[in-house]
């Protein structure tokens, strides 16, 4: 079971940045990925940003060039720099981690989510 614990969500004005943590605890054999994702009320939860312990990064469409994803593999630790932040940024953001089996068995955890609300 891996536990993930967010940090760094919150109120940010329009313009501004914040920046989000994510460190995964408990037992797995490997960390393949690790990532966020979104979701805004009434749609669906979309990626933001995803970078993988191989060091290919993946931002979705809307946040390339403004969102910025680093991650601390020894530490199991992702980050998430977001600057010039927009109103239609607001959402819950959700960790995920990508863990591997011995066998390469893929399990996928979610952390709670942080809310993350710009204001124009």
């Known amino acids: 079971q891996v536990h993930l614990l967010e940090s760094g969500g919150g109120p940010v004005q329009a313009g501004g940045s914040l920046r989000l943590s994510c460190a995964a605890s408990?037992?797995?054999?490997?960390?393949?990925?690790m990532g966020w994702y979104r979701q805004a009320p009434g749609k669906q939860r979309e990626l933001v940003a995803l970078?993988?312990?191989?060091?290919?990064?993946d931002y979705g469409d809307s946040v390339t060039g403004r969102f910025t994803i680093s991650a601390d593999f020894a530490k199991n630790t992702v980050y998430l720099q977001m600057n010039s932040l927009k109103p239609e940024d607001t959402a819950v953001y959700y960790c995920?981690?990508?863990?591997?089996?011995?066998?390469?068995?893929?399990?996928?955890?979610w952390g709670q989510g942080t809310q993350v609300t710009v204001s124009s």
């Open positions: 995920n981690a990508d863990t591997r089996t011995y066998s390469s068995v893929r399990f996928d955890y």
């Open positions: 408990g037992t797995f054999y490997s960390m393949n990925a």
């Open positions: 970078i993988t312990s191989a060091g290919r990064v």
